[in-house]
């Protein structure tokens, strides 16, 4: 059974950074791609951005140049680094893993971003 477990969201204030943490319970090498997807309340989710096995990333337009994806084999865990942070990035966000066609979820970490 594949786990995936979020961290580090909280409450930032807008131009504020966090870092979200997925530690994964398996070799992250056995899965196709890991990425980040988010939830505004109402609203659907989203990709926010992936990176492959190959460490090939992408990002959704919204999120260029503020957030960083990367990857720690050693710790089969990935990250995403994000900067200037805007009110409309607060949702849920939720680690995401592929494996052919099964994705594999994460319980979700809030972002809030307010003053």
């Known amino acids: 059974q594949v786990q995936l477990v979020e961290s580090g969201g909280g409450v930032v204030q807008p131009g504020g950074s966090l870092r979200l943490s997925c530690a994964a319970s398996?070799?992250?090498?056995?899965?196709?791609?890991m990425g980040w997807y988010r939830q505004p309340p109402g609203n659907q989710r989203d990709l926010v951005a992936y990176?492959?096995?190959?460490?090939?990333?992408n990002y959704a337009d919204s999120v260029k140049g503020r957030f960083t994806i990367s990857r720690d084999n050693a710790k089969n865990t990935v990250y995403l680094q994000m900067n200037s942070l805007k009110p409309e990035d607060t949702a849920v966000y939720y680690c995401?893993?592929?494996?052919?066609?099964?994705?594999?979820w994460g319980q979700g970490t809030q972002v809030t971003v307010s003053s």
């Open positions: 990176i492959t096995s190959g460490s090939i990333t």
């Open positions: 398996q070799n992250i090498f056995d899965f196709d791609a």
């Open positions: 995401n893993a592929r494996k052919w066609v099964t994705n594999y």
